[in-house]
């Protein structure tokens, strides 16, 4: 027998509306900071229910801390109660907010009552966190034997470092990401961005929709760990590090990655650009480009093994050519000669960029406050389906907002005992 909701699928289908890939699911956001609130980001973008469940005296810390965007624009130090941190105003995006004190005998029975009602758990804490308010896994798989229960923790829940607090430039550092980057003869560097933490979230996320596809299969759910360390480890070593030392190359290669040569950035007459050759038939196109036919004929600079170990000189003839030219000259030429290369964008540039306006991949978050304002801009939903709405909902509750519709609603608490728990300082 087909069910209502199938045949509603079909019809919305058939009236070429685009149905949610996640509308249905429910999850419930324990986590802080980034790496969680990336995995719920992700979740909520593709049509999830996200009820983020902040403590009641506490709430969301990212709610109140710099910078801010509030009725005067933004500013580092907060000028009203209607500033609100930029931070919160990205992870928050198409997310319900409630409050509820774990830690009181009350509040885990109501949180109990949520866990019946969701699908998936996302939390954040440090190893050990869930075990004292007694809301780990295995706890919570008795009362919902088909939860998905996901952990994002530094360094996993297992191991002799499971129980260290992490921030991304821990786990950079620990993993030796800041090793191999920045410029060879510089110190160790991070990456601009939290890096860590969102390849953390976004393997989270990964390992939820795989979840749920086997729950489909099982009927039960089930606990992911997430290691910050282990998911940034898994992408770092794509490359031999281990080798470099046999090798005799330098773990830190500055822009170059040691397989291919050139590849580099390179001082244009008006800017730079970022230029690479992966094959041999590369080179070759780019040195005729370049008018250097002349080293078609020498063995060395047609060797890659050679050309990787003498990069400077390879590059000395990259660069040479490239400071007599405007980028745009540059990039004209190589994509002509079909040469991998692209301009080095500050990120006014990148703002400004047709590509990604195409793409909606940058959008204005919107302060409940002052919603007509459009406020620093955020990254849109990166993954486009042919058959599917994923977007970020641009807006964002202010806390205990959803508290009435999810304790009333979905709990079917009375009014007077919501307002008995609100009044305890549960909620």
């Not at 290691?227 to 281990?242: G, N, Q, V, W």
């Amino acid at each position: 027998m087909v069910s209502e909701e199938r045949l509603s699928n079909a019809s919305s289908v058939a009236a070429g509306k685009k149905r949610p890939i996640l509308r249905g699911v429910r999850v419930l956001d324990l986590s802080r900071f980034l790496s969680g609130p990336q995995a719920t980001l992700f979740l909520a973008g593709m049509g999830a229910e996200v009820i983020k469940i902040d403590e009641p005296r506490g709430g969301d810390p990212t709610f109140t801390a710099p910078p801010y965007f509030g009725p005067h624009g933004v500013a580092l130090d907060r000028r009203s109660s209607e500033d609100l941190g930029i931070a919160y105003l990205k992870r928050a995006r198409g997310k319900k907010s409630i409050s509820l004190d774990l830690k009181s005998a009350e509040g885990r029975e109501v949180f109990l009552k949520l866990v019946r009602e969701a699908d998936v758990l996302v939390e954040n804490f440090k190893v050990g966190v869930t075990a004292r308010l007694n809301i780990e896994y295995e706890t919570l798989r008795a009362t919902n034997p088909r939860l998905i229960y996901c952990s994002i923790t530094g360094y996993g829940s297992t191991g002799p470092e499971r129980h260290r607090k992490a921030f991304d430039l821990m786990v950079q550092a620990a993993t030796g990401m800041m090793s191999i980057t920045g410029d060879p003869a510089g110190q160790p560097s991070k990456t601009g961005a939290s890096l860590s933490d969102g390849i953390a979230g976004t393997f989270a996320l990964a390992g939820i929709l795989g979840a749920l596809y086997q729950r489909h299969e099982t009927g039960l759910g089930q606990f992911i760990d997430v290691s910050m360390a282990d998911c940034l480890l898994s992408l770092i070593f794509d490359e031999p590090f281990d080798c470099y030392g046999n090798l005799g190359l330098a773990h830190r290669q500055g822009n170059r990655i040691a397989r291919f040569s050139p590849f580099n950035t390179y001082r244009a007459a008006d800017g730079a650009v970022a230029i690479g050759a992966g094959t041999g038939a590369d080179w070759t196109r780019l040195l005729k480009t370049m008018q250097r036919e002349d080293l078609l004929g020498v063995p060395e600079f047609m060797d890659p093994g050679w050309r990787i170990e003498n990069n400077a000189r390879v590059d000395a003839v990259v660069g040479q050519w490239a400071a007599c030219l405007p980028v745009d000259e540059i990039i004209r030429l190589l994509d002509e000669a079909d040469i991998t290369c692209g301009p080095i964008r500050t990120i006014e540039d990148v703002v400004a960029w047709d590509q990604l306006r195409v793409r909606g991949m940058l959008k204005p978050v919107r302060n409940p406050h002052v919603p007509r304002a459009e406020g620093p801009l955020a990254a849109g939903f990166p993954l486009k389906f042919s058959e599917a709405d994923a977007t970020h909902d641009p807006r964002v509750p202010v806390p205990r907002e959803h508290n009435a519709e999810i304790y009333e609603g979905l709990l079917k608490l009375s009014r007077e005992q919501l307002a008995g728990l609100t009044r305890a300082g549960i909620v």
